[in-house]
C-alpha cells in the first residue's frame, strides 16, 4: 500500500482534523449542558479546549502548525486555563515548527503522554471491502444511551475513564461531523465507534469493545465500515491515534494504518 508523504503539510491536516472532531465536541457539549462551561479558542492559531476539569478533551491542538509558538501567545493559552482552574495541557506534533520544545520547558512544562498518530490512504478497495462479520450501523438519537452504555463497558478495566465514556452518548450524536457506529452480536451492542469528518480526513476514533464481545471482530468490523462511509464522504486519508503498542495500535496496523510521527503530551499545573 502507498503512503502519504510524512511532512509539514500532512501534519497540518492531520491536527487540523483531530482539532476540528474535538471543537465540534466540545461546541455540543456546552449546548447540551451549559452549567460545564465548555468553550474553545483559537489563541494564535492554537486551539484551546475546554470540557472541564480534567477531561480528556481539555487540552490545546496544533501549537506550531499554523505558525511558530511564541511566549505571548502560551501566555495567553496558559490564562485561558487559569481562569478555569484546569492544567495547561498541550499535545505537540514533532513536526511543528521552529521546534516548540526548549520554549514549553523553559515555562515548566513536563511530559506526560505519547500518541501514536497514524494514517494510511482511502481508496476504492475501502469501498468495495466486504463487511464480514459483527453487522454495523450507525446510531441515531434514540439508540445513543445503548451506545454510550456499551463503550463505556468496554472501559471497565479504566474505571476513571468510564464516567466520561457514559457522557458521550448525550453528546456525539449532537456532535457536526461525528458519526456513531455501533457492531451487533446476540442481540445487543457489542463495539462502539466514532467516525469524524473534516476537509477530506476521516478521524477513526472511540473504539471500545465490551469484555463479552472480545477477540470476535467487533473492531474489525467497526474499521470496515467507518472507512467505508469516509470513501463515500469523499475523504482520500484516514487517520487513528493510538497509545503506543496498545490494542488499539495493533487493530489499526491490521487494517493498514502507519505511524506518520508521534506527539508528545506536555503538561502545566493550573497553578503555574
Given at each position: 500500500?502507498?503512503?502519504?508523504?510524512?511532512?509539514h503539510?500532512?501534519?497540518v491536516?492531520?491536527?487540523?482534523?483531530e482539532?476540528?472532531?474535538?471543537?465540534?465536541?466540545?461546541?455540543?457539549?456546552?449546548?447540551?449542558?451549559?452549567?460545564?462551561?465548555?468553550?474553545?479558542?483559537?489563541?494564535?492559531?492554537?486551539?484551546?479546549?475546554?470540557d472541564?476539569?480534567?477531561?480528556p478533551?481539555?487540552?490545546t491542538?496544533g501549537?506550531?502548525?499554523?505558525?511558530?509558538?511564541?511566549?505571548?501567545?502560551?501566555e495567553?493559552?496558559?490564562a485561558f486555563?487559569?481562569?478555569r482552574?484546569?492544567?495547561?495541557?498541550?499535545?505537540?506534533?514533532?513536526?511543528?515548527?521552529?521546534?516548540?520544545?526548549p520554549?514549553?520547558?523553559?515555562?515548566g512544562?513536563?511530559?506526560?503522554?505519547?500518541t501514536?498518530?497514524?494514517?494510511?490512504?482511502?481508496?476504492?478497495?475501502?469501498a468495495?471491502?466486504?463487511?464480514?462479520?459483527?453487522?454495523?450501523?450507525?446510531?441515531?438519537r434514540?439508540?445513543?444511551?445503548?451506545?454510550?452504555?456499551?463503550?463505556?463497558?468496554?472501559?471497565s478495566?479504566t474505571?476513571?475513564?468510564?464516567?466520561?465514556v457514559?457522557?458521550?452518548?448525550?453528546?456525539?450524536?449532537?456532535?457536526?461531523?461525528?458519526?456513531?457506529?455501533?457492531?451487533?452480536?446476540?442481540?445487543?451492542?457489542?463495539?462502539?465507534?466514532?467516525?469524524?469528518?473534516h476537509?477530506?480526513?476521516?478521524?477513526?476514533?472511540?473504539?471500545?469493545t465490551?469484555?463479552?464481545?472480545?477477540?470476535?471482530?467487533?473492531?474489525?468490523?467497526?474499521?470496515?465500515?467507518?472507512?467505508?462511509?469516509?470513501?463515500?464522504?469523499?475523504?482520500?486519508?484516514a487517520?487513528v491515534c493510538?497509545?503506543?503498542?496498545s490494542?488499539?495500535?495493533?487493530?489499526?496496523?491490521?487494517r493498514?494504518?502507519?505511524?506518520?510521527?508521534?506527539?508528545?503530551?506536555?503538561?502545566?499545573?493550573?497553578?503555574a
Open positions: 500500500m502507498t503512503f502519504p508523504v510524512i511532512d503539510r500532512l501534519a491536516r492531520l491536527e487540523r482534523a482539532g476540528m472532531a474535538n471543537a465540534r465536541f466540545v461546541e455540543a457539549r456546552a449546548a447540551v449542558d451549559p452549567a460545564r462551561g465548555a468553550e474553545w479558542r483559537d489563541i494564535d492559531g492554537i486551539w484551546a479546549m475546554f472541564g476539569v480534567g477531561s478533551l481539555t487540552q491542538f501549537l506550531g502548525i499554523a505558525r511558530p509558538a511564541t511566549a505571548e501567545a502560551l495567553a493559552v496558559e486555563y487559569r481562569e482552574g484546569s492544567p495547561v495541557d498541550q499535545e505537540i506534533s514533532p513536526l511543528a515548527l521552529d521546534d516548540p520544545l520554549l514549553l520547558v523553559g515555562r512544562y513536563a511530559p506526560i503522554e505519547l501514536d498518530v497514524m494514517v494510511r490512504l482511502i481508496g476504492p478497495d475501502d468495495a471491502s466486504p463487511l464480514d462479520g459483527m453487522p454495523v450501523d450507525r446510531i441515531d434514540g439508540d445513543a444511551d445503548a451506545w454510550a452504555d456499551a463503550a463505556a463497558d468496554g472501559w478495566e474505571p476513571a475513564v468510564v464516567p466520561f457514559r457522557e458521550l452518548g448525550a453528546v456525539y450524536p449532537r456532535t457536526a461531523g461525528a458519526h456513531c457506529f455501533a457492531a451487533r452480536a446476540d442481540g445487543t451492542i457489542a463495539g462502539a465507534g466514532v467516525l469524524c469528518l476537509d477530506g480526513m476521516a478521524l477513526l476514533g472511540g473504539a471500545s465490551r469484555p463479552a464481545f472480545r477477540r470476535r471482530g467487533a473492531q474489525t468490523a467497526l474499521f470496515a465500515a467507518r472507512l467505508r462511509a469516509a470513501h463515500a464522504a469523499g475523504c482520500d486519508l487517520m493510538a497509545r503506543p503498542g490494542d488499539s495500535h495493533r487493530n489499526a496496523e491490521r493498514g494504518f502507519r505511524v506518520a510521527y508521534t506527539r508528545i503530551k506536555w503538561q502545566r499545573g493550573a497553578a
